[in-house]
């Protein structure tokens, strides 16, 4: 038997090392949770914001001073919200009170000369790119708009359809 | 060449010590995928499933002659759970969700363990054994569970070992009690002129909200005074609260004047009186006009207050 | 040392390399696989539209209910029968609505296949059979009929 120093030993030293620091590197780095649990936030969200703007929508007078309908029928058609000019704040202030640690825009898309416009209404920052949009029709008569307040102008025999999307966001 | 047929005893070392490392590897690194993937989705699922079923699904029951939607009245046939309200109860269709009963939540509570486990689904079946998930179903108002009638709606444990654990929040309209609206014209004082009176039949269960707009004040500064319930006064902030609505603000805490364009609302907590029970207002520098007490029940409409319901499931 | 660089036979060598390459693919298949089960079952909740179907379906029976009165009001001042008026009302109410929901991406269709009226005082008032259907690409959803009640 060779009794001289050999080099195997270092060599499976190495080896054995090499390989179990790297294992460890990995498994810390928490590479491996995310596609899961990621999903699963965007689930929430979703269904949180649909459930707000339906309680917006079908709650009654006694709870919540304006309901969906009338803060879409109220709204001025000529103004559009930019950063720091809201235009419907009575909506505004009831999201806040509804998802308190999420921030939100909110747009108005409707029909007009057969082609769909969007409007800016409610704008409180660009989303990010994890945003998820939440949408709910109103059907609106003129009859309705008259009672609000509002700047619609329908035809006395048709109904106009508005789609709220709500975009919200992690801040 | 060494021609023995020994190996190196460092060599063996060597080989030996790798290999130890490589197969701890091999068989460390699936454990980090494995229980990852599979069981968190499955309970994460399962969270969902109980929060969407318990908020939007008014609930079923079957028993092989009839059928319908309010199990809380036929709890032994009875095939799902739900709290939502059925709002036109001859029909199966619930469209409007997220509309919260107090009879079926305060049934809910009452509920056993073992139909909460099996009707709701919180389990996991290994081979053909129930092995319960821990739970926590509560309907929450700023933080703390909310008051119904006389119970405070939470149930399940909280959970204590530090396994991952999987909640879902769902906003609702909580019904809480009932409600009128007045017109300060149509009630009536019986006695003196700033005092008027309702007479409530029977007891109420949740809380009694009332809403008098349309005062007739005698100047400007006219006040709330207080509430009694057959003769004795009620405490305010124990009993009831007060809220004043004098702009398109909404409901603001009660402070002096009231305007004769403003609304006075009184939500009276739940509390428990024989047959009927007479509600006396007293004001000041306001009037009403003599005539009987009106009836409250007459008019009654289902409260609602937004809520947050939390569904909290571990394994 | 010497010894170490003559030794050129190699044969232990190859064979863990082997067996370090086969372990490795083997572990790189596990974790695909565990990446794709999770998107794929999360996103199930995430592709069936209960929200959209059921907001369709009650949009749909308020705007017919809405319809149904307007075409009451505007009867009494011109000579357009009930069901005709509550036919043109609804199929606009359906044009926006297919354009709306196209700009997202799902195809809708809402029809009125029959209108009753009802002159007499009776509980029911008028009864409209509307035929709506939606499909996002992944769900079809068909409603035909979808009787909505109005009592005028």
Redesign the interface.
């Known amino acids: 038997m060779n009794d001289k120093a050999q080099l195997y030993t270092l060599e499976g030293l190495m080896a054995a090392v090499l390989i179990t620091l790297t294992v460890l590197a990995v498994a810390q780095s928490s590479v491996v949770i995310i596609p899961q649990t990621d999903n699963f936030l965007e689930v929430q969200m979703k269904q949180k914001i649909n459930d707000a703007l339906v309680i917006l929508d079908v709650t009654p007078d006694t709870t919540m001073e304006y309901n969906l309908t009338e803060c879409v029928a109220s709204w001025n058609t000529s103004t559009e919200a930019s950063y720091g000019k809201d235009q419907l704040l009575a909506l505004d202030k009831q999201l806040a009170i509804m998802l308190p640690d999420l921030m939100y825009n909110v747009e108005f898309a409707y029909v007009e000369n057969s082609s769909v416009v969007v409007k800016n209404t409610v704008f409180n920052g660009a989303p990010t790119e994890n945003s998820i949009t939440a949408n709910r029709l109103v059907a609106l008569s003129n009859a309705t708009v008259n009672s609000y307040g509002g700047t619609w102008m329908i035809p006395d025999d048709e109904l106009k359809v508005i789609e709220v999307r709500l975009t919200a966001w992690h801040v | 060449m060494d021609d023995r047929g020994q190996v190196a005893f460092d060599f063996l070392l060597g080989m030996g010590l790798f290999l130890v490392a490589f197969i701890f590897t091999m068989q460390f690194v699936p454990g980090l995928f494995i229980s990852d993937s599979t069981d968190e989705t499955g309970i994460a699922f399962t969270a969902y499933r109980t929060a969407t079923v318990l908020s939007e699904d008014p609930g079923w029951w079957d028993d092989s002659t009839k059928k319908g939607t309010d199990w809380e009245d036929h709890l032994s046939s009875s095939t799902r759970i739900g709290l939502a309200v059925d709002t036109i109860p001859k029909t199966r269709l619930t469209d409007t969700i997220n509309l919260l009963s107090m009879d079926k939540s305060l049934k809910f509570m009452q509920l056993d363990e073992d139909t909460v486990v099996t009707k709701l689904g919180l389990y996991d079946n290994i081979n053909g054994k129930h092995i319960r998930y821990g739970y926590n179903i509560s309907i929450n108002q700023d933080g703390n569970p909310i008051l119904l009638n006389d119970t405070l709606f939470v149930r399940g444990e909280v959970n204590t070992d530090s396994v991952d654990v999987f909640k879902i929040e769902r906003l609702a309209l909580m019904e809480t009690g009932t409600f009128v609206e007045y017109d300060a014209h149509s009630i009536y004082s019986n006695g003196t002129a700033d005092t008027t009176e309702i007479s409530i039949n029977g007891s109420q269960k949740g809380k009694m909200v009332i809403d008098i707009s349309n005062f007739t004040t005698t100047s400007p500064n006219s006040s709330f005074e207080n509430i009694s319930m057959d003769g004795t006064l009620l405490n305010v902030s124990t009993d009831y609260v007060v809220y004043l609505k004098n702009s398109s603000n909404g409901f603001e805490n009660y402070s002096s004047p009231i305007m004769s364009n403003n609304t006075l609302r009184l939500e009276i907590y739940p509390m428990v009186f024989g047959n009927s029970g007479l509600v006396e207002i007293e004001f000041d520098n306001v009037t009403f006009v003599a005539g009987p007490a009106v009836e409250y029940t007459a008019s009654k409409e289902p409260f609602y207050e937004l809520a947050q319901m939390m569904v909290k499931v571990w394994k | ?1 010497a ?2 660089i003559e030794n050129d036979q190699g044969q ?1 060598i190859l064979l863990s390399g082997l067996v ?1 390459a086969i ?1 490795l693919v083997f ?1 790189v298949t ?2 695909n696989n ?2 794709v ?3 794929h ?3 199930n ?2 592709e069936f539209p209960k ?2 179907i ?6 749909s ?3 017919t209910s ?2 149904v009165h ?1 075409a009451h009001q ?1 009867n009494q001042s011109s000579n357009q029968t009930i069901p005709d ?1 509550t036919t ?2 609804i199929e ?2 359906s ?3 297919s ?2 929901y196209a ?2 991406g799902q195809t809708v269709a809402i029809s009125v296949s029959n209108i009753t009226t009802n002159n007499s005082t009776s509980a029911f008032g008028d009864i409209v059979w509307l035929n709506i259907s939606y499909n996002d690409g992944n769900t079809f959803y068909s409603s035909e009929p979808e009787i909505v009640e109005v009592s005028v």
Do not use: C, E, K
């Not at chain 3, 059921?54 to 949009?59: F, G, K, M, P, T």
């Open positions: 040392m010894r170490i232990w370090v372990a572990l596990l974790m565990a990446t089960t999770g998107y079952s999360s996103n909740a995430l929200d959209d059921r907001d369709l379906v009650s949009q029976r308020d705007a809405q319809a307007i505007i008026i043109s009302i606009d109410f044009r926006q609505t354009l709306l700009s997202h």
